[in-house]
């Protein structure tokens, strides 16, 4: 369906009550590029548009297919280092989902959000968790250093959970002395898929029996 400027130009003057000769001066430009715009023969910038539909108490919106207003996107999303927007057409991700972008730069300062660049892994992503409506906008804990210790404070629950429960099952000798003493190397290290991992250097080694 083609976008009809002459009938919403001469639906806004109706509404209005505004002759072309008013419209074009609430709007301040020539009487002359009005009519044009209103005979077809030029167009009129979206935000004169906007502005006309002002004018007479409207608003332009957009609309999907079932007549669902559609909002515009928030200028209070993720932003990359220069506090230049994200490209709208991509998908945001925390940085540390793509942590291999970063482990090659250690001293270019980790983004919290990059944004997925690889077509067939953005349609795999999208097909199992739909399309975002919009950008990640940042939130107290975003940050690479606040989800790496997120993360490190998830792995010990789990860690103790696990030794609480292989104690109550008796498939280690409880001691009374005990206490968990696994640096954070140890959760860096562990990826949760089988028996725990320790660092070479931890003291603790709490989960073997």
């Known amino acids: ?48 548009l906007a502005e006309a539909a002002a004018l007479a108490g409207l608003r ?21 280092a220069a506090h230049r ?10 940085s540390d989902e793509v942590p291999d972008r970063w482990e090659h730069r250690p001293r270019r300062r980790q983004p919290w959000f ?6 067939s892994l953005r349609d795999t992503r999208r097909a199992r968790h739909g399309v975002p409506d919009d950008h990640h906008a940042p939130r107290p804990g975003d940050s690479p250093a606040e989800r790496r210790a997120a993360r490190q404070r998830a792995a010990r629950l789990r860690r103790e959970e696990d030794l609480r429960r292989r104690l109550a099952a008796g498939e280690i000798a409880p001691s009374p002395e005990w206490t968990c003493t696994c640096p954070p190397r140890c959760d860096e290290l562990d990826d949760r898929s089988g028996r725990p991992v320790h660092a070479d250097e931890c003291p603790c080694s709490c989960d073997l029996a």
């Open 85 to 94: 927007q994200l490209p709208a057409h991509l998908d945001t991700l925390h």
């Open 60 to 80: 332009i919106a957009l609309v999907d297919a079932d007549a669902r207003e559609i909002p515009p996107m928030t200028s209070d999303a993720a932003r990359d």
């Open 114 to 119: 990059t944004f997925e660049l690889d077509r």
């Open 1 to 48: 369906m083609s976008f009809d400027l002459s009938g919403y130009l001469r639906r806004i003057r109706r509404t209005a009550d505004l002759s072309q000769r008013q419209l074009a001066e609430g709007l301040g430009i020539p009487k002359s590029t009005l009519a044009a715009a209103e005979a077809g023969s030029r167009d009129l910038p979206a935000g004169r």
